[in-house]
């Protein structure tokens, strides 16, 4: 998850702006499908299973080989990775030094012994995974109320997590899941044994959302997932998961009601099937780390690529990083020569820039366009500088817009992967 805002001022390119708005064609799904090679399939079940081996990153483990026994050192280290900022507003005023103490004291390491023993549990409710063991909301500006730096992710039911350490009030867990770590509340999470867990971690048979947000009742229980989320099937039932008062995981099996946003597998690894699941997003709000019910820019791309069944790191950093033998640096390229390898990309590719992830829908009349979840873009002042204008949803653009410093977005791409 990274935030797309920039500062500065810089001389005007080259190509004209005007702002993120397109042509409303542009905007419908069916005019960015492949009708030649759009329903090849680009990767089969092998095929992709060796990718996302090859793309894993560190905080990306096999959750089935994970040890049962973690060292207090190395536990410690994955705790402390998030650095305190003094830098930080909580309820509008600046973090004190005291605030950080109690926060600090609140991990609980000193209660981390020289080994521990993993614990096993399944995400029983769409939550957030924190940087600390608090409910409490830091901003970088007093005013703010939406880029908390505290929130990492949303994490949705029927995640398996392995189960770490517990703060010092127990109402917070530090966990590892398939592709971050960090704190969730106690009471989001199930406990149970290892071989009902693999049934979460290394289904069969499963179900994978393909809706933008589908909820799920049974009873009184309710259950709202995210695109990507995928929940294990047994026969024509969906296992879904529910916290005891014990804590432990109880599984309730509900009649799986297949749709356009519950689909049995995987999609096939297509791209049309990458266009048609980027556009349900479409007009949605921008959402920090998942908040809102929504997608920041790197969950975008993941949830959608998740539904083909390849798995993404979480942040845009990593998804720029991992290995796949397709990555293209644009880093020092200019102009000229980026939008000549971008109007030759596949479609569905990813576009990257400082802070920011796009994905790649073609090119009309050699001008390429992308779908993205954008927090702003920068627009000439009347002092000739450039101000930052929020957007906060996703949208369709070009690469013209510009960042507040001036430079279009294609000027400011470092780089693209094809995730194949």
Known sequence: MLLFFFNGNMALSAVPSAGPSVDKALSKPAVWLDKRNGDVIIADSPEII????RMQADNMPELPNYPAYISG?????????????SDLYVNEKLLTSAQSAVLAADRNLRGIAEETEVKYGVVVQRTNLRSLPTDLKAFSEPDDKIFDRWQETAVDPAEPVVVLHYNEKRNFIYIQMRNYRGWLPSKAVALTDRDTWLKYVCPDKFAIITGKLLQLNEGSAKWVFQMGSRIPTEGKRLL??????????????A?????????????PYTTNNLIRQAFQFLGNPYG??????????????A??????????????DEQEEVSTGSSIDLSVSDSNEKLSVVNNLPIGSALFMPNHVMLYLGSKKGRPYIIHALGSYGARTDNGGYARVPVMKVIVSDLSLKTSRGNSFLEELSSAQSYR
């Open 50 to 53: 060796t990718l996302n081996k």
């Open 288 to 301: 920090w780390g998942g908040l809102q019910e929504s997608v920041d820019c790197s969950s975008f791309v």
């Open 73 to 85: 050192e190395k536990l410690k280290s994955y705790i402390q990775e998030y650095e305190f900022d």
């Open 240 to 253: 879904l998961p529910l916290r005891e008062a014990s804590g432990n995981l109880k599984i309730v099996r």
């Open 255 to 267: 009649l799986a009601n297949y749709s356009d946003a519950l689909h049995a597998g995987y999609l």
């Open 303 to 316: 949830d959608v690529y998740r539904t083909v069944g390849v798995e993404l790191p979480r942040n845009a």
